[in-house]
């Protein structure tokens, strides 16, 4: 399927599941209203059948008239906009347009480069570059990138799952609108919640302590090879094993480890059990992780085209980028241009069609949509030392630090070495650092010798120091 098809079939889905929500919606409201739990429609009814029907409809009549008397600039809702087929000529963009970036080309390919830098700033992984860590994101035994059990209750894994599980939920929301996911995530739900219960969630099981270098449910490479379940490592033999033992890290692994299985360092049992709130902690991990799993699953399809995408854009030069992604976008509003042209000569006038609202370029004409995505001009960055100025995308904003007016306002503060204070907008940060960057100067610079003064016998005042030299020289 191509960009235009796959564009056209989104916005189609998207507006299907509006007119759906926008249908539930006003279900709900009516739905109270039939029921009657009130009594009112049954009162109004009671009254129209034993009296004079008109006595009611002009009071009905008169209730409206007096809401609109107070409050006569509402304006009425107009619900044909909600059944009306969008256009490309309406001022209006598509909805697709807002809701994808370059690299995800309309919901095609993922964009995970951001939870790629959130991995390589994980302590102790394997430094993967982008290509192999699309293959191995969602596999996370210690053997294929993933972090050791030990080190994956901390608050950075944490972190860096939840914020890679909530791209994927919302890839999935925006590539499906229109299938029923809170039933899929809730099944998801049950599934990990019986197999938690079952101790069947593979890297999460509570086993026992293994003895001493054997490797229980583990293939290893040799006959003589030796597993270290508390370092989850394989050595080559017996020798390997007993000199890595009295190692920093193997001993801080293992008292790990029999922290978590309630034994003592040497192997034997002490009678207690993991703490609750670790297991608790453990739990937590293991569903984002399966989750996690299970909506690559679920995208096999948008993953493997992923990784075809990257492995091309790699062969590719920067020129040929900019074209591909030009073509892409110019085919997306070809026809809005069109119309924009038909309308122009119908109507004669000079306006200009910019509904995106774009920047102008030096022409006076907006500048093409790609160069906007491209650039990043729909992200705003504010300055407040350059009296809250906007600065509209990264280059921007990256290049107005070494400009003049920044930094005359840093100098404004009372800031000389400007270059220190890149990428800092803040008026009070700005002086905070400076202020400390002056106190640890004083400290350091600070010369005992020239604290104490000195007077000869002419009245002149100099530094100890200098006066203890020109003594011994006998200058004085």
């Not at 995530?185 to 101790?199: H, R, T």
Request: overall charge negative; aromatic content about 10%; some cysteine.
């Amino acid at each position: 399927m191509t960009s235009p098809q796959i564009h056209e079939r989104l916005n189609r889905d998207h507006e299907v599941s509006q007119l759906l929500d926008q249908i539930q919606h006003q279900s709900r409201e009516l739905l109270p209203l039939y029921e009657d739990k009130s009594g009112v429609r049954f009162k109004e009814i009671l009254q129209i059948g034993s009296g004079d029907p008109f006595e009611e409809f002009y009071k009905q009549v008169a209730s409206i008239k007096e809401h609109h008397s107070r409050y006569p600039n509402e304006q009425a809702e107009n619900s044909e906009n909600w059944y009306r087929p969008r256009k490309q000529g309406d001022d209006q963009p598509f909805l697709v347009e807002s809701m994808f970036s370059g690299e995800e080309a309309y919901g095609r390919f993922f964009d995970l480069h951001a939870s790629h830098e959130s991995y390589l700033n994980l302590p102790n992984v394997k430094r993967l570059p982008y290509m192999q860590y699309l293959e191995v994101f969602d596999n996370f035994q210690p053997g294929y990138g993933g972090v050791k059990r030990a080190d994956k209750l901390t608050d950075q894994y944490f972190k860096y799952l939840g914020e890679l599980m909530e791209y994927l939920e919302s890839f999935i929301r925006r590539t499906r609108p229109l299938e029923n996911l809170e039933k899929v995530f809730g099944d998801w739900d049950k599934e990990f919640d019986s197999a938690w219960e079952k101790d069947e969630i593979e890297g999460w099981r509570k086993e026992k302590l293994a003895a001493k270098g054997s490797a229980t449910d583990r293939t290893l490479s040799s006959a003589d090879a030796v597993w270290c379940e508390a370092c989850e490592k394989e050595f080559k033999n017996e020798n390997v094993y007993t000199n890595h033992l009295s190692g920093r890290k193997h001993i801080k692994a293992a008292e790990v480890l029999a922290a978590i299985h309630g034994e003592s360092a040497n192997g034997t049992s002490n009678g207690t059990v993991a703490p609750l709130a670790h297991r608790l902690k453990e739990r937590a991990v293991a569903e984002r992780e399966y989750r996690i799993k299970k909506l690559s699953s679920a995208m096999k399809t948008e993953r493997d085209d992923t990784r075809v995408n990257v492995e091309r854009r790699q062969g590719m030069t920067e020129r040929e980028r900019q074209q591909e992604l030009e073509n892409l976008y110019n085919t997306t509003f070809r026809r809005q241009a069109k119309e924009a042209e038909e309308d122009e000569d119908d109507g004669g006038d000079d306006k200009i069609y910019n509904p995106l609202k774009l920047p102008l370029a030096w022409d006076g004409k907006p500048i093409p949509f790609w160069l906007y995505r491209l650039h990043g001009l729909g992200q705003e960055f504010p300055c407040e030392i350059c009296g809250n100025f906007v600065y509209r995308g990264r280059r921007a904003f990256d290049k107005h630090f070494n400009e003049t007016n920044h930094i005359t306002n840093l100098k404004r503060l009372g800031i000389t070495n400007t270059h220190l204070f890149r990428d800092i907008t803040s008026i009070e940060e700005a002086v905070r650092l400076w202020n400390k960057i002056q106190g640890d100067s004083r400290k350091t610079n600070v010369d005992e010798g020239s604290i104490v003064q000195m007077e000869d016998a002419e009245g002149n005042v100099m530094p100890e120091k200098v006066y203890l030299d020109l003594q011994k020289q006998g200058l004085l």
